[in-house]
């Protein structure tokens, strides 16, 4: 009775004391579920222990007696053990997280002695399970675009990084839920890369990695290549397009000749002269662009003028508009008996893009410009 009156006394005292406070300064203290922590009270060898009172909030742990029966909560059977006053816990659960004190009686030299101390424990889930994962929409360019970074554990902080460097908010990209979200407001070919979400808690630290492709093109179609080619040499036009993915198809004058964005052609014949096009092709975009290119095989029966000048008004209508189709070339093409000026107006319409050619006949013994 008289101990217990004892200890609620200094129960009292201990409550104005900050974690890691008297015998007991090392704290807080961290551990993962399932470890075994130990407490360890700072004495000195000269001093005897003769009664140790550990604590957990306001639940009695072990009232240890160096010369009397010892008296252990049941709860804690088989989980503690007690030794020169230090306890083991062992195999905690996020249930341990909380207060611990501890009241020693000591025998010293000069007489009797109480000791006091006060920690906080503070049990964590290991993380387990990280990753970084996409919703449905395209990593197309100008798409809004979210990447959700989840793992278990407990208290989880998160940080990200974009090929090893720190990302932080801008008006582009921004960081929601406490950073699970990396959400970019519009994505930019330049977010192309690898992220890393990296996840860490007290006891724990994971990452989990993402390789973004952002998708864009076709832009910027174009032919390398000679105009005129002497007869029995070997042509090369090269084409070349911004687009992420990219398929290239060859035609010259209406029929696909080839599949990939450079054009071979060995010993070369009059029939080799006409008007190339490469048409780019993005199957994640869904969109197409084309560029011409006119050639002439010297030796062979040359272009004409006329034809020539009609190569010129084309070329001028693909770097207008990027959009003309293959199909009102090729017509005009055919269309042609005098000589034909293809003139582009651009709809204001915008969105539908809709383009309109008009043909006017002009006098056949004009000068064609240069
Ligand atoms: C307890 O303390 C005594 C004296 O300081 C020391 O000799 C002994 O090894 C300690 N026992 C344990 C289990 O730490
Ligand atoms: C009390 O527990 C300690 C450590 O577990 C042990 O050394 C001691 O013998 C026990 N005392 C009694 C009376 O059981
Ligand atoms: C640890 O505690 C958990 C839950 O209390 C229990 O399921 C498990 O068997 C214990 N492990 C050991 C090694 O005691
Ligand atoms: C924590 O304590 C609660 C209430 O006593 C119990 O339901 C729960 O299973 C315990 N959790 C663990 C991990 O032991
Ligand atoms: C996909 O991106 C578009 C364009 O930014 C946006 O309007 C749309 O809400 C997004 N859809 C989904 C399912 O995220
Ligand atoms: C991205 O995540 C934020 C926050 O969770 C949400 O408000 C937004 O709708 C998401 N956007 C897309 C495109 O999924
Ligand atoms: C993850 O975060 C931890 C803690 O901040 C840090 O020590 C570690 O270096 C980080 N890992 C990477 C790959 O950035
Ligand atoms: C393509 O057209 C040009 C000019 O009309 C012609 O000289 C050439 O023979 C044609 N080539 C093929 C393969 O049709
Ligand atoms: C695009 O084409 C490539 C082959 O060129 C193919 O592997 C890929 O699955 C296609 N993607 C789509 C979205 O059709």
């Given at each position: 009775m008289e101990i217990a009156a004892i200890h609620f006394i200094i129960l009292m005292a201990m409550s104005g004391l900050t974690k890691?406070?008297?015998?007991?300064?090392?704290?807080p203290l961290n551990a993962a579920v399932g470890e075994t922590v130990v407490f360890n009270p700072t004495l000195t060898s000269s001093e005897t222990l003769i009664h140790v009172l550990w604590i957990f909030g306001d639940n009695i742990i072990i009232e240890y007696n160096t010369y009397g029966p010892n008296n252990t909560n049941p709860e804690y059977e088989g989980r503690i053990f007690i030794s020169n006053g230090s306890l083991e816990l062992r195999n905690v659960t996020s249930n341990d997280s909380g207060q611990y004190s501890v009241i020693i009686t000591l025998i010293v030299r000069d007489g009797g002695k109480i000791a006091v101390g006060v920690t906080e424990l503070d049990v964590n889930e290991r993380i387990s399970g990280a990753s970084v994962t996409s919703e449905?929409?395209?990593?197309?360019?100008?798409n809004s675009f979210n990447l959700s970074c989840d793992a278990d554990g407990s208290m989880i902080s998160r940080e990200w990084k974009k090929d090893g460097v720190k990302l932080t908010p801008d008006d582009h990209l921004s960081l929601q839920e406490n950073n699970r979200v990396l959400t970019f407001n519009s994505l930019s070919r330049k977010d192309t890369g690898v992220y890393l979400c990296n996840v860490t808690n007290p006891v724990s630290q994971e990452g989990a990695e993402y390789k973004m492709v952002v998708y864009y093109g076709p832009e910027n179609v174009q032919i390398k290549g000679p105009s005129d080619i002497d007869l029995k040499t070997t042509l090369t036009l090269t084409c070349s397009a911004e687009s992420v993915p990219a398929s290239y198809t060859w035609m010259l004058n209406s029929t696909k000749i080839h599949n990939s964005a450079v054009y071979t052609k060995d010993n070369t014949e009059p029939s080799d002269s006409g008007i190339y096009i490469c048409e780019v092709m993005n199957n994640v975009t869904g969109r197409t662009s084309s560029a011409l290119h006119g050639l002439s095989v010297t030796g062979a029966p040359g272009l004409s003028g006329t034809e020539m000048l009609l190569i010129l008004l084309m070329h001028l209508i693909i770097e207008v508009t990027h959009r003309v189709s293959r199909l009102i070339i090729l017509s005009a093409v055919g269309a042609i008996s005098g000589i034909v000026i293809l003139c582009l107006v651009a709809s204001s319409?915008?969105?539908?893009?809709g383009y309109y050619i008009y043909k006017k006949k002009i006098n056949k013994n004009a000068t064609p410009r240069p």
């Open positions: 890691g406070a008297g015998v007991l300064s090392d704290g449905t929409n395209l990593s197309i360019e100008g319409a915008g969105a539908g893009g």
